[in-house]
């Protein structure tokens, strides 16, 4: 029966080859940036294994815990995304419980990421072929380390589906998810600026922030290990290590804790796995809202409906939502990064948010996916479309762009650049908007379903959401020009005046083009809104 | 059973056309070159009825290497209730997305009312209201707003928006699942919302491609008495169904088409003849089992 599982998982891999051409173009793309990564990671663990075996323990450890936490969190976000051996769809054969986990544990390694962990967790442990001693050692870890990672990823996943199955908290968690993304970056970056602050402090010398941060991080790096090792992240990880520097104590404690945490992983799974084999998935009772909403304040025209269809979305569906949540958080972001260098970053923030804004509907027929069908037998024609989806942002895209150039004013000290700031801002909500008019009822490309999380990336749409988003952003790049050359040419020479000729210019070409974007956008949708519905159909 | 007041469009020739026959399949060669109404080389259907409620003539399409509509003509005499039945894959869901407007023909023609639809797809539209299978709703939206944002993109005012969204939420038992977001849902509910949204415009014709799926019986038979009510004043309804049972008890005319290509369309009873409806779909369609061999699964024979 465990064969029988892991022989249906690795069926599935390969079929997933024979199902569309971008899907395999996908698989073979993500098997070799997995490879890829695999050879690095293990030519980097032998080559520092054999000059430097602690600094070797210290990385595999606190790598391994990286990957135990990765294999932990990411289902949890990416909801659905593996979910080719769901036990549900096992529930009406008869198969013993503990052979259902073992099969599920072996065959959830058959995947991308699971074969790539299991070779780099490998290979790794041959960092230790100087000490033939721990290599044994080492490979045993591996496993156990790539065991706690599988059998924590399911038995997370597992416990919190009565969760994920509810609609709201996965919709929560997808935003929280977007925002970690977003703040990763800058976390890094400040916590590399303290400890390089922190460093130049304690030596009282001019040595360059990268070769302080280098030493400080080192310094905490094992600190951070030594915790590590305790947890579960790390505990079978540090094996190794411990047992080559000798400290027996610490190798019996750190063993115990693997272990346990593994049988405890274990149990609860079972457990888990259990109760929802009884519980059928859905229920739960729907959130409700009053009256029209939007549609009440809109006017009651087919125009109207299309924009309070839009702001509506753009409010309750988390792939609209999500990003307006970000946008909060961007000023935050550059005022962060922008800190250390003094370059004030954080200016840009305006112009930026105008520009993602509007190019936000540039798929938004395939954010509609199959329910769009509702506008090709209503026949709404390409002008109402068009403007309908435009209208809401502009509606608050302008006041909440005009909010954050005044904020990233005050923030820098710089009231001089207001004009010009505005100008840029004001110009590019309605440049982008008119570009992503015009292009997306000609270009469409697969985007999370309606009910997915924001963050995942639906297979094979990589390449053709390169070309489309490229093509707007070379247009959107081109027509930016005047204003940006303007901008540019006022804070260069300090010439206020030439800021107000931004706030002229600007939102001229801006408005332009979003007149003459929605006119092309109009045409093609009239000519094509079959189309494109067949289209959105095909999506996989 | 509350009435919808919903009085279907113009028609006023109840059971008009009935006739047999003249719409069977008519197979040719695949289509090549350029567009025309009927692929070269095929005998010629006659010209649309300009009156029927919906009149096909040589649909073609074709996905990939599948052909899924083989030059299918059918004519929907107005005021008709008509069913569409065939196996699975038989080209229900092609012919009935072409017969919409919602997919494109390689070939052949669609009249609504003697509206060309593909010509002049606004007018024609107008008259229609569909129920496509397969296909998502703005569940974003609560039940009320569903409908409304149907009405409203139909060009409706509010105030009648607003008196018949509520006049089908009652007659669809759905009033007190008005408020709730469409998400939430079951699927007999998204059937019935998706089927109030296609009412709103008071359509002459209705188009509705697996209407009963996932509906519960109660909600079924509410459906039904709607469906029949309104063929009563006037409408014409085109159903597509597998349940045969389902057709013959509903409907006053029905095509069995299976392989993109009419096997047989007229009345109902022209249809079916002496035998029930079912009987005669499988001898036209064919390829039925005998259910020999599987004598292990008698449950006398159980101990073996």
């Known amino acids: 029966m465990v064969a029988q599982l892991v022989r249906l998982k690795l069926t599935l891999l390969v079929n997933t080859f024979r199902r569309s051409v971008w899907q395999t173009v996908g698989l073979v793309v993500a098997s070799l940036y997995a490879l890829g990564l695999v050879t690095t990671i293990v030519v980097a663990a032998v080559a520092t294994g054999a000059y430097d075996p602690a600094a070797a323990g210290l990385v595999l450890t606190l790598g391994g815990a990286l990957a135990v936490l990765g294999w932990w969190l990411i289902p949890v976000f990416l909801f659905g995304v593996d979910a080719t051996l769901d036990p549900h769809r096992f529930v009406t054969f008869a198969i013993p419980r503990r052979t259902l986990l073992t099969g599920l544990a072996l065959a959830a390694c058959i995947s991308v990421p699971g074969i790539a962990t299991v070779l780099a967790a490998l290979g790794s442990s041959l960092a230790w072929w100087r000490a033939p001693a721990v290599l044994p050692i080492a490979l045993l870890s591996a496993a156990l380390g790539v065991a706690t990672c599988v059998v924590g990823s399911r038995a997370v996943t597992t416990a919190l589906a009565p969760l994920l199955e509810s609609r709201r908290y996965r919709e929560v968690l997808a935003i929280v998810a977007l925002a970690a993304v977003v703040l990763v970056g800058p976390a890094i970056s400040s916590v590399m600026q303290a400890l390089g602050v922190a460093e130049k402090e304690v030596d009282g010398s001019s040595v360059t922030v990268t070769v302080g941060g280098g030493e400080g991080l080192v310094r905490a790096a094992e600190q951070l290990a030594g915790i590590v090792a305790w947890t579960p992240f790390g505990a079978a990880w540090s094996l190794p290590a411990t047992l080559y520097d000798g400290d027996r104590a610490a190798f019996a404690g750190r063993l115990a804790v693997a272990l346990a945490s593994l049988a405890l992983l274990w149990l609860v799974w079972d457990r888990a796995l259990a109760r929802s084999l009884v519980t059928p998935a859905g229920g739960g009772r729907g959130s409700e809202a009053r009256g029209l909403g939007w549609f009440g304040r809109f006017p009651a025209t087919p125009l109207g409906a299309v924009a309070a269809r839009c702001t509506t979305y753009w409010l309750r569906d988390p792939r609209y939502s999500g ?30 948010v105008a520009w993602v804004l509007g190019f936000a509907v540039s798929n938004d027929v395939a954010y509609d996916y199959t329910a769009f069908a509702l506008h090709v037998s209503t026949s709404t024609d390409g002008r109402t479309d068009r403007w309908g989806r435009a209208l809401p942002v502009l509606l608050f895209g302008v006041p909440l762009v005009v909010l954050l150039v005044a904020l990233s004013v005050v923030l820098t000290g710089r ?126 | 059973m509350a009435r919808t007041g919903l009085v279907p469009g113009t028609d006023d020739r109840v059971g008009g056309h009935r006739y047999v026959g003249a719409m069977t399949a008519q197979a040719g060669p695949p289509p090549s070159g350029t567009r025309t109404s009927e692929p070269q080389g095929a005998p010629a259907a006659p010209p649309p009825d300009l009156g029927a409620a919906l009149s096909l003539r040589g649909l073609w399409k074709r996905f990939g290497e599948k052909i899924a509509v083989k030059g299918m003509s059918l004519d929907v005499p107005a005021g008709s209730f008509y069913g569409l039945v065939g196996p699975n894959g038989a080209g229900k869901t092609t012919t009935l997305s072409m017969a919409t407007g919602l997919l494109r023909p390689d070939f052949g023609t669609v009249h609504v009312r003697g509206t060309d639809l593909w010509q002049r797809p606004d007018e024609a539209k107008r008259g229609l209201g569909v129920l496509p299978d397969g296909v998502r709703l703005f ?38 699942d008005a408020n709730t977001y469409v998400v939430d849902y079951s699927a007999g509910m998204t059937k019935k919302i998706a089927l109030a949204s296609a009412l709103i415009h008071a359509p002459g014709t209705l188009v509705l491609d697996e209407p009963f799926e996932a509906v519960d019986p109660v909600s079924a038979a509410n459906i039904r008495e709607i469906l029949a009510d309104y063929v009563a004043s006037g409408g014409t309804v085109v159903v597509s169904s597998h349940v045969m049972d389902l057709v013959q008890r509903m409907c006053d005319h029905v095509a069995i088409i299976a392989e993109g290509q009419v096997l047989a369309a007229g009345t109902i009873d022209e249809v079916r003849g002496e035998q029930s409806l079912e009987d005669r779909f499988v001898d036209l369609v064919g390829g039925r089992s005998t259910g020999e061999g599987l004598g292990w699964l008698r449950s006398s024979s159980a101990s073996s």
């Open chain 1, 323 to 352: 990003s307006l949540a970000i946008v909060p958080l961007l000023p935050i972001v550059l005022y962060v990064s922008g800190g250390a260098s003094g370059v004030p970053i954080v200016l840009i923030v305006g112009p930026v």
């Open chain 1, 415 to 540: 009231p001089d650049m207001l004009p010009a700031l505005l100008g840029l801002s004001l110009g590019t909500l309605p440049l982008s908007l008119g570009v992503a008019s015009a292009i997306s009822s000609r270009f469409l490309y697969p985007v999370p379903k309606p009910g997915e999380s924001p963050l995942k990336q639906p297979q094979g749409a990589a390449v053709a959401t390169m070309v489309a988003q490229l093509l707007a952003l070379l247009i959107t790049a081109g027509l930016s020009v005047p204003a940006v050359g303007l901008t540019i040419w006022s804070v260069a020479t300090g010439n206020i005046a030439l800021g107000w000729a931004v706030l002229l210019v600007g939102p001229a070409v801006g408005i332009a083009t979003l007149l003459v974007g929605i006119r092309i956008g109009a045409r093609t949708y009239d000519r094509r809104a079959p189309e494109l519905l067949q289209q959105v159909l095909s999506f996989p």
């Open chain 2, 139 to 176: 569940d974003r939206l609560t039940g009320t707003q569903l409908i409304t944002y149907a009405g409203l993109l139909r060009g409706m005012d509010r105030d009648t928006v607003a008196s018949r969204t509520a006049d089908l939420l009652r007659a669809f038992d759905l009033t007190k």
